[in-house]
């Protein structure tokens, strides 16, 4: 059993580095992947310990990107790295995308604080550590008691129809795709089912688009899919020749409901060989 989608809090998990190899290797997981959104900084921290206790660790990433069209959709695109460390040239660029993050979280302070709330960006990035989103922001609007739980404050003031939200320009899809290959890595859309798009063919279409841009692989299993989801983009992966990747997008206790490598209920059970078929499929 392996997990290709994993959170640490060095983005917006709670697990540390050390802690999510540990915790993978009691799970008996024979591949682990860190995806934390727009940093290796987890990654890095775990691999010497990954290493030392035979684990397969896998370099990843997660970038929310945009996909402008009739109406704009929210993309997250997963990063792959399968056989060589991402370039320093992607490092470089990502720095890039976390100095545009920090200018959107500078401009939400300042519309918190309009709206009569006392709150620094110090304390916030205290919590986010090497990254800081608004999971984050909720987290001390919380215990500052602004808001009674995270979806209070997202509700309230961090959600795209509160008064005090403030867009954050991503990078459009495909150049995050772009940016992956050129970086060494496989470009993979993360739980298409998040697209929102009910109709098999609208959704096809838009996966095709991003197939035509450069996309490498469909995340096919994840928590969030049903058998009838899986069952649908396995077929579709294979009609549009993407690879097929799977993994948990375990968060630790913020998200308490998903459990490492099994999802939620059990509704995961990953081979390995979904990670040495996507490794094959990357060789050139």
């Not at 867009?167 to 995050?176: D, V």
Request: hydrophobic letters at 40%.
């Amino acid at each position: 059993m392996i997990d290709l989608h994993t959170h640490t809090n060095e983005s917006d998990g709670t697990l540390t580095p050390a802690e999510l190899v540990d915790a993978a290797l009691k799970r008996g997981l024979e591949a682990l992947a860190i995806t934390d959104h727009d940093t290796f900084a987890g990654y890095d921290q775990a691999s010497l310990r990954a290493r030392a206790n035979g684990l397969d660790l896998v370099c990843g990433i997660e970038l929310s990107t945009r996909l402008a069209g009739q109406r704009e959709f929210t993309i997250h695109l997963l990063g792959y790295f399968l056989h060589e460390p991402p370039s320093v040239e992607f490092r470089a660029w990502l720095d890039e995308v976390l100095a545009e993050r920090r200018d959107r979280n500078l401009r939400l302070i300042e519309k918190l604080r309009s709206l009569g709330v006392e709150i620094e960006l110090s304390e916030v990035e205290a919590v986010g550590r090497t990254l800081t989103g608004r999971p984050h922001f909720a987290r001390v609007l919380v215990r500052k008691g602004y808001a009674r739980n995270s979806e209070d404050a997202f509700r309230r003031y961090l959600g795209e129809t509160a008064p005090s939200y403030v867009e954050r320009h991503g990078p459009h899809t495909a150049l995050g795709i772009q940016q992956v290959i050129a970086g060494g890595g496989l470009p993979v859309i993360a739980h298409p089912v998040r697209l929102g798009i009910r109709n098999p063919e609208a959704e096809e279409a838009v996966i095709r688009e991003l197939r035509d841009a450069g996309l490498g692989g469909i995340e096919v299993y994840h928590s969030d899919h049903r058998s009838a989801d899986v069952e649908r983009y396995v077929a579709l992966a294979k009609k549009i020749d993407l690879a097929i990747t799977g993994g948990s997008d375990f968060h630790g206790d913020a998200k308490p409901g998903i459990s490492l490598g099994t999802g939620i209920n059990g509704n995961l059970n990953i081979p390995r060989a979904v990670l040495e078929n996507a490794r094959k499929k990357t060789i050139s």
